[in-house]
C-alpha cells in the first residue's frame, strides 16, 4: 500500500512540474494584431492634416467611435512568444473642420524602444 500512495505521489508531483515547463517549450510566433503603427509615420502626422490624408498615412482606424466623430483610435498589440501582450494606441483628435487639432500616443512604441 505504501508502494502505491508514493508512486502516486511522485506521479502527482512529475504532472504538477511537468505542466509548468510544457509551456514554454511549446513555440509561440509573434502576432501582431491592430493597426501596425510605425514612428516615422506618426512622426508624419501634422496638425492641419485632413482626414482622408490622415487615412493614406496610417490606413483605416481600428476605433471610430459613433459618439465621438472627432477621434479616431489607431490600436496597436503585439504578442511576443511567451511574453506579456504589448499594446499601444495612437488617438488622433479633430476639429470641427475635419482637420486634425491633436495627435497623442499613450506610449512609446515597441520598435522604437529597441533601437
Known sequence: MKMKSL??????ALGVTACSTVKKVVYRIDV???????QDKIDQLQVGM?????????GTPMLRDSFVQNRWDYVFILRKGHEEPVQRTLFVHFDNKGLVSNVQLDQPLPNAEQK
Open 7 to 12: 508512486v502516486a505521489v511522485l506521479l502527482l
Open 32 to 38: 501582431p494584431q491592430g493597426n501596425y503603427l510605425e
Open 50 to 58: 485632413n482626414k482622408e490624408q490622415v487615412q493614406y498615412l496610417l
